[in-house]
């Protein structure tokens, strides 16, 4: 399995996953590392988690949905 990250729409890096990503007892970061490194210079505007995988067009779709809302 793979992951991947998206940016505005975009596959913008791919990597393989095993196991689970998260889970009971683990903390999940969004924007650094941990809450002290590789801090993200930005802002984080929706995160969404589904319980299966979208397809890059539904990623797509969801980005061109809400992006008026911010541009």
């Known amino acids: 399995m793979n992951k991947k990250v998206f940016m505005n729409g975009i596959e913008k890096n791919s990597s393989a996953q ?4 998260g889970g009971t007892g683990v903390a999940m970061y969004i924007g650094s590392y941990t809450p002290t490194t590789y801090m993200m ?16 067009q539904e990623i ?12």
């Open 18 to 21: 095993t196991g689970i990503l």
């Open 41 to 56: 210079d930005g802002k984080v505007d929706i995160i969404q988690a589904y319980n299966r995988t979208l397809t890059p």
């Open 60 to 71: 797509l779709n969801n980005y061109n949905a809400l992006k008026g809302r911010y541009i």
